[in-house]
T-cell receptor
Framework: GENVEQHPSTLSVQEGDSAVIKCTYS??????FPWYKQELGKRPQLIID?????GEKKDQRIAVTLNKTAKHFSLHITETQPEDSAVYFC?????????????FGKGTHLIIQP | DAGVIQSPRHEVTEMGQEVTLRCKPI?????LFWYRQTMMRGLELLIY????????DSGMPEDRFSAKMPNASFSTLKIQPSEPRDSAVYFC???????????FGQGTRLTVV
């Protein structure tokens, strides 16, 4: 089955700096890659996703890049703010269809230092 | 729509007891997923349904776990008998279909003592 590796497990950045979280996946058939944000004690919520026919996608301060050849994708957050502090999960779908059977990475705890 | 609704929010039970977790997906969503979250293992997919039919239950840890979806608006995850290592947060999520966002419920925090 699919295996998703995510790193770092913890990332601390100064407010206003950029943060980058990286993920690799094992199944070359995977073609849907969402990112979820989970605040303490709350549910995971989608912040951005990318499909395999696109190399990059941006939404305000958040961007995701995908390299299908290398089987890795990354989340970039610019101009970080205190409310960005949370755990971020990458995921990959290995079924050939979007939301089927998402496999998640272990998560990155992002800490924004004031 | 109120989103994905799970009950109970918290459950404390003794080892060996049966536990039933409940989920009401968003109306119109064809996919329903059960996930388990722990510090050690992260978010694990246990099982998912498409149009009320179980599609992949390979993530169900063992025979003590079972899930049903008798209709489009209700699903249960049952653990019988429960064990301390089952302690975790269990999330239910639903989505409209392929290539769409999975919406998570608030989760059920299960503690087995």
């Amino acid at each position: 089955g699919e295996n998703v590796e995510q790193h770092p497990s913890t990332l601390s950045v100064q407010e206003g700096d950029s943060a980058v979280i990286k993920c690799t996946y094992s199944d070359s058939a995977s073609n849907y890659f969402p990112w979820y944000k989970q605040e303490l004690g709350k549910r995971p919520q989608l912040i951005i996703d990318i499909r395999s026919n696109v190399g990059e996608k941006k939404d305000q301060r958040i961007a995701v890049t995908l390299n299908k050849t290398a089987k890795h994708f990354s989340l970039h957050i610019t101009e970080t703010q205190p409310e960005d502090s949370a755990v971020y999960f990458c995921a990959a779908s290995n079924s050939g269809g979007g939301a089927d059977g998402l496999t998640f990475g272990k998560g990155t705890h992002l800490i924004i230092q004031p | 729509d109120a989103g994905v609704i799970q009950s109970p929010r918290h459950e404390v039970t003794e080892m060996g007891q049966e536990v039933t977790l409940r989920c009401k997906p968003i109306s119109g969503h064809d996919y329903l997923f059960w996930y388990r979250q722990t510090m050690m293992r992260g978010l694990e997919l246990l099982i998912y349904f498409n149009n009320n039919v179980p599609i992949d239950d390979s993530g169900m840890p063992e025979d003590r776990f079972s899930a049903k979806m008798p209709n489009a608006s209700f699903s249960t995850l049952k653990i019988q008998p429960s064990e301390p290592r089952d302690s975790a947060v269990y999330f239910c999520a639903s989505s409209f279909g392929p290539y769409t966002e999975a919406f998570f419920g608030q989760g059920t925090r299960l503690t087995v003592v």
